[in-house]
């Protein structure tokens, strides 16, 4: 069974710093695309940022300059590093992995279970 695991949430005033860890567990072959959502309260998930297989990556414009994606393939694990933070990057972050290959086949569209970020004061 494979599931993503995030990690690195937690509280960090404004302008600190944090990183964010997702690693997928399990049998895996490759997966591609693999990003970081979030979401605030009373507000909608929202991509923060992509990256694909390739290292090809895309940020919302709201993190651009601030945040960076990054993924060690040989480990399945995808970071957020979270720089300049500001108290509007509060949210509950979720790592997604677009495309997983399995011995089982192909999972779609999996989501880790989320890590709480709190920018305040």
């Known amino acids: 069974q494979v599931q993503l695991v995030e990690s690195g949430g937690g509280l960090v005033q404004p302008g600190g710093s944090l990183r964010l860890s997702c690693a997928a567990s399990g049998t895996i072959f490759s997966i591609y695309g693999m990003g970081w959502y979030r979401q605030a309260p009373g507000k909608q998930r929202e991509l923060v940022a992509t990256i694909t297989s390739g290292a090809g990556t895309n940020y919302a414009d709201s993190v651009k300059g601030r945040f960076t994606i990054s993924r060690d393939n040989a480990k399945n694990t995808v970071y957020l590093q979270m720089d300049s933070l500001k108290p509007e990057d509060t949210a509950v972050y979720y790592c997604?992995?677009?495309?997983?290959?399995?011995?089982?086949?192909?999972?779609?569209?999996?989501w880790g279970q989320g890590t709480l970020v709190t920018v305040s004061s």
């Open positions: 997604n992995a677009g495309r997983i290959g399995t011995p089982r086949g192909i999972i779609l569209d999996a």
